[in-house]
């Protein structure tokens, strides 16, 4: 078995890691917990910016804009805090505050300062630089389940009950495409290209829409519902990126099929004992890592065979996050560890497949 990556560095929080968030300059690293930390550390030293000390009131979702001036986080209180990059540091700009809401779904555009996150069965659009509201996505039927901007920014999906709805940022107030599921979308995700929109959902199936085909791939047969998806951002066979899909302890990787009639092929990683928390590709590569409830972080070769175990959480892994360089792997426990992986100094180097 092959060690492709070697302890780093490491601490710990004061309860559970509930996000993680690269800068897109790879220099920064976000991280924010259960007690309500957020605490940013320099990815060179690993010293670290207490933006946040513990509330008492879980932060859930963190993230950086597309050009890293700016960090949002969300979660329990109801609030989203905004943080802007400054000569000095990150300085506190903005904290909207929305009673009685828990905002467990925050996304930026990929190409603009604009915000999105839920609010109940709404989704909000709000700009960083103005700092006014671009608009209000009523979804209707439930709360959101999440929320995925197109990778052009040209759109932005929102998952939940009975599928999925799709606005186009130019029109706003034209209706939304609607992606109909019989149950309800729990997690979506874009394909790097934007050709393909993934939807775990409730009653144990994947769906896979290619836009511009009115007629969805239907997977099913898990074991529960689909907690988690990840796509690879390079395509391996038919144009078509790999897909990775947890449901309780399982992975399944999936791969589109030359032949359109036989839809996505599909093959079974089994590894772990207790619940799949997070599946991440490591960028430009076909690299997979899983993390799991059992304490185990599994790397897997062309997402097909196990190559390395990691450990550090033995309570049990919570969050992921690959460096976008790929170089760096964060993860977080359940009882506050922060764990960061490298590639060995004496290795050459991950081989790009």
């Not at 689909?226 to 990775?244: G, H, K």
């Not at 992975?251 to 990683?269: A, N, T």
């Amino acid at each position: 078995m092959r060690s492709l990556l070697e302890l780093r560095w490491q601490s710990v929080l004061s309860d559970y890691v509930t996000a993680i968030a690269w800068s897109p300059d790879g220099k920064m690293l976000a991280v924010c917990s259960a007690a309500g930390e957020v605490v940013l550390y320099a990815t060179r030293t690993f010293d670290s910016i207490v933006l946040q000390t513990a509330t008492g009131s879980s932060i859930d979702c963190l993230a950086f804009s597309h050009d890293g001036q700016f960090l949002a986080a969300s979660g329990q209180a109801g609030t989203v805090q905004i943080w802007q990059l400054t000569r000095t540091g990150f300085e506190l700009i903005k904290t909207l505050t929305n009673a009685s809401a828990w905002i467990d779904q925050l996304q930026w555009s990929p190409i603009k300062n604009q915000i999105a996150f839920s609010l109940g069965k709404t989704v909000q659009i709000w700009d960083a630089e103005t700092q006014q509201s671009v608009t209000t996505l009523d979804f209707n039927e439930s709360s959101i389940g999440d929320i995925a901007w197109h990778p052009s920014g040209e759109s932005i999906s929102l998952g939940g009950y009975q599928g999925i709805k799709i606005w186009m940022t130019a029109k706003w107030e034209e209706d939304p495409y609607q992606f109909i599921i019989p149950s309800a979308s729990t997690t979506i995700a874009w394909s790097a290209s934007g050709r393909y929109l993934a939807s775990g959902n409730l009653d144990r199936t994947l769906s896979v829409l290619e836009w511009g085909n009115p007629a969805p791939w239907m997977m099913s047969g898990f074991p529960g519902k689909v907690r988690q998806i990840a796509w690879s951002d390079r395509p391996v066979r038919n144009d078509a990126p790999l897909l990775a899909s947890a449901s309780a302890e399982g992975i399944v990787v999936w791969e589109k099929h030359e032949d359109e009639q036989f839809g996505w092929e599909s093959r079974v990683l089994g590894q772990h004992d207790g619940y799949v928390q997070a599946v991440r590709f490591q960028p430009n590569t076909t690299l997979l890592a899983s993390a799991s409830e059992d304490g185990s972080i599994v790397l897997w070769w062309q997402a097909a065979s196990m190559t390395q175990i990691l450990e550090g959480a033995p309570d049990g892994f919570s969050y992921l996050a690959w460096h976008p360089q790929g170089s760096h792997l964060a993860a977080g426990g359940q009882q506050g560890e922060l764990l960061v992986w490298s590639q060995p100094s004496r290795g050459q180097g991950f081989k790009r497949r």
